[in-house]
């Protein structure tokens, strides 16, 4: 499609009767404008399959305008002058703007990526949450006084960086655009912000909101595109200071040598994971059934923390299959738009493709399925709530991040062998371990190498706790205190009082 016939806006009428208008340009210094290059794509429902619209494109040459503006923003504008408290202001009146659009933007997200629109609510009641826990930092942030020595007065500072790239995914659109817009914004930086190919549509809709909270123009910067053009030229930007990216693991090291053979910009990435969930002999049944379903179904298993390898030990393995795969069978698969569903679409026909691949992989390795392995309903992107059982730990499925609802369940014998399989895969993102012992919990959680154990519970994310990988899984820690490290700089001042 020519740019020429693609508007700006287009009014949208989402499945559920919600009306609204959609911006469908880059939102560079403040405007919604179409690209240089004058290239649209098209944005599809996972729901149907179908086209949805289109948006503008950015390419390399409005990655660079778009730095332009920021940095200018950054440099001479007024937000080179605002006063922390004010930043906060505006975070706090982004964060108010999220919760008023809450019914708008929780659909948008469902329609754009498929997910339950009750997970869709989730979402933006988490993106206030994250925004507003941002806002409270913003005149938080300071150094220190260091004393060397009686003729000398050392002071550190907490400076921002510049101006900061983002380049965020397609499975949590909204939530992470605000765990990345939150801190960057919060420390003083501009952004550049640029969505998953596959959903663009929540995150110009959020830049809107951005205007309207009043953030000066070239501050915060969200454009569409893709990776190998749009995303590559952020990653090799010699104006951008720093890029945090959240997506794959072989993306994520294309990005750092983007940044290694660039200017050498700050790196924090949030990668893939392949979690283990771990169900000891003592722990509640039923309740650890009800974790290990959300831990890998939530978000149709398109979530980089999803646990998808539950380990049970041996005694009560045959009693939580048959618990988890009567249990799984239950989940409500379909309509996002439907209040009572829990699994919506998967996002795109590749990432699909690629679910049904590694149940294939997994059929061909040995391993048995126990339900699901098949596609749900007969349009859009559905696959049945799956699950593995005789998988061995060398099995790909169990080694590498399927990124949809499929779970291999395995037995363990006691914590040496359970912990030894839990850290046997090169990624550590999260893990769990349900059990009724403290001891079990403690000594479990401190022996599994992972950015976060959670005991008793499973994708219990909160904006004040760290989130992030060890091993394979990133670089660096989102949300929480942590998050401001990203986004700011040490400065030191040595004043020589001799
Ligand atoms: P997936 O494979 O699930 O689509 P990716 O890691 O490829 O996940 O994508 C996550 C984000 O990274 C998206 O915004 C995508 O456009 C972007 N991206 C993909 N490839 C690159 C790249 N080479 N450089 C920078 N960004 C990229």
Redesign the pocket.
Known sequence: MSTNSLPLFQKFKLPNGVEYEQPLGLFINGEFVAGKEGKTFEVLNPATGQNSGFVHEATAVDVDIAVDAAEKAFYEGPWSRITPADRGKLLLKLADLFEENLTVLASIEAFDNGKAIQLAKGDIGACVGCLRYYGGWADKIHGKVIDTASDSFTYTKQEAIGVCGQ?????FPLLMWAWKIGPAIACGNTVVL?????TPLGGLYAASLCKEAGFPPGVINIIS????T???A??SHMKIHKVA????T???R??MK?AADSNLKKVTLELGGKSPNIVCEDADIEKAVEWINFGIYYNGGQCCCAGSRIYVQDTIYDKVVAAFKKRAEENVVGNPFDEKTFQGAQVSQ??YDRIMKYIDIGKQEGAVVETGGVRHGDEGWFIKPTIFSHVTEDMRIMQEEI?GPVCSIAKFHDIEDVVAKGNGTQYGLASAVHTKSISTAMEISSKLRAGTVWVNCYNSLHWALPFGGYGESGIGRELGKEALRNYTQVKTVNINLA
């Open positions: 380049i965020i995914p397609w499975n640029k969505t998953a190919e596959q595109g893709f990776g190998r749009a995303g590559s952020i990653a990216f959240t997506g794959s072989p993306v994520g294309q990005i983007a590749a990432q990124f």
